[in-house]
């Protein structure tokens, strides 16, 4: 029974650790012509999924007609987002979103790229700056947020995935619940010597 706890235990523990990259959909807003203004908001992490495709999450809610919110209405602007260790585009580079101008003749992105230090290369400055780019300031915190400012998405860069507490956390449980076999075990053994 102990080591069902125990295993148990680390499969619930484990669920901490899959955090990843993903987006959550707001509920729409009417646009005042019978369409929808779609909101969402992402959680980036460092990890090999990119290019993420944002599409469901820009057409959330399924056909215009059904309340969904049209693809060419709500694609996000092209171009670059830096943060720099000092938010100029001189500065070190720490991470870049790339809304990569995939659909509608190029003047909408519906899918980002994440770089970062020791991951994917970085884009030439020549690439963004043919492109347009918004620097800003990187927080050394980890946690990059990104708001366009429209009221209807947010972006957040984290720099690591969950890491060393959760699983300090997870090794005081495992040695918790083994501290509970062992009593169980002695209190046994007194029950099986009386």
């Known amino acids: ?11 619930t523990t484990q ?16 646009d005042g012509s019978r369409g929808f203004i779609a909101g969402f908001d992402c959680k980036f ?3 090999a999924v990119y290019p993420f495709n944002l599409t469901s ?9 059904n309340g969904g919110a049209s693809l060419s209405e709500n694609a996000l602007m092209p ?4 943060w720099t260790s000092d938010g100029t ?40 700056t043919a492109a347009g780019y918004l620097v800003l300031p990187w927080n050394p915190s980890g946690v990059e947020l990104f708001d ?5 998405h947010t972006i957040t860069v984290r720099r690591n995935l969950p890491g ?3 699983s300090r956390s997870m090794n005081c449980r495992i040695v918790e619940l083994s501290g509970v076999d062992e009593s169980n075990r002695r209190a046994e053994e007194g029950r099986v010597a009386r």
């Open 1 to 11: 029974m102990p080591l069902v706890l125990v295993a148990f235990s680390l499969l």
């Open 15 to 30: 669920a901490v650790f899959t955090q990843t990259t993903t987006c959550g959909n707001r509920p729409n807003k009417p």
């Open 45 to 47: 992490y460092r990890e």
């Open 57 to 65: 999450y820009i057409t959330h809610g399924g056909a215009i007609p």
């Open 79 to 82: 171009g670059y987002v830096i």
């Open 89 to 128: 585009i001189t500065g070190t580079w720490m991470g870049v979103l790339d809304f990569d101008d995939n659909i509608l003749a190029g003047t909408g992105s519906s899918q980002v790229f994440l770089f970062w230090p020791g991951g994917p290369s970085f884009p030439s400055l020549a690439t963004v």
């Open 148 to 152: 366009p400012g429209d009221g209807n």
């Open 164 to 166: 060393p507490l959760q």
